[in-house]
């Protein structure tokens, strides 16, 4: 089976840095994902990690560690906007379709 | 583009009831997935599509939920006999072929009561 686990909750205030951990387990492995989804909205795409390293985008920033079995969602210089769920996601053993984490909600505080 | 749409925004019905849900994807989009989320968890996967063709369905759909997507275009999710335990959004999904993008669009919320 595929499992995801990520924390449940993670508070800061603006402009700080916070990391979203991501572990996982899968049989057959095609990347992690992120994405974000606020209250009452439709999860929206983030990142995507085929092969190890750090990925960058603005203010967000994706690692993976496929030996680890693990990956973080890097937020910089927070502001109040990212308040939202993040659901870290793996594609499933016959690759068909995405396997999320039940999510982290992330509150953004000035 | 004009991202995945899905109708309607909210539907109340009695638990017995049948309903209907649509979603329209982005039309170059060749998968298209129905997702099922209740409040504090992450989108769990009912079913896809890839064109006209419905490749896989999960555990979580029972012989209540049925899907199509004539002509690889628009898909249909359907529950008959409703029940309480079905009160959640219901999530339409499209990608590309191979990329693991999914647009979502803005679901659909279902309360049985």
């Known amino acids: 089976g595929q499992s995801l686990e990520q924390p449940s909750e993670v508070t800061a205030v603006e402009g700080a840095i916070v990391q979203i951990n991501c572990t996982y387990q899968?049989?057959?492995?095609?990347?992690l994902s992120w994405y974000q989804q606020h209250d009452g909205g439709a999860p929206t795409f983030l990142s995507y990690?085929?092969?190890?390293g750090l990925e960058e985008t603005g203010r967000f920033s994706s690692f993976l560690s496929r030996s680890d079995s693990y990956g973080y969602l890097l937020l910089q210089e927070l502001q109040m906007k990212d308040s939202a769920s993040y659901f870290c996601?793996?594609?499933?053993?016959?690759?068909?379709?995405?396997?999320f984490g039940k999510g982290t909600t992330l509150s953004v505080s000035s | 583009d004009t991202g995945v749409s899905q109708n309607p925004r909210h539907k109340i019905t009695k638990r017995g009831q049948n309903v209907t849900f649509r979603c329209d994807p982005i039309?170059?989009?060749?998968?298209l997935y129905w997702y099922r989320q209740t409040l504090g968890q992450g989108p769990e996967f009912l079913t896809y599509?890839?064109?006209?063709?419905?490749?896989?369905k999960s555990r979580l759909l029972s012989d209540r939920f049925s899907a199509e997507r004539p002509k690889g275009s628009f898909s249909t999710l359907e529950i008959q006999r409703t029940e309480q335990g079905d009160s959640a959004m219901y999530l339409c999904?499209?990608?590309?072929?191979?990329?693991?993008?999914?647009?979502f669009g803005s679901g659909t919320r279902l309360t049985v009561v």
């Open positions: 996601a793996v594609p499933n053993q016959a690759g068909t379709a995405l396997i």
């Open positions: 899968t049989s057959g492995f095609y990347g």
């Open positions: 599509f890839q064109n006209e063709a419905q490749l896989e």
């Open positions: 990690n085929g092969l190890d």
């Open positions: 999904a499209s990608s590309l072929e191979g990329l693991w993008r999914y647009t």
């Open positions: 039309s170059e989009h060749n998968r």
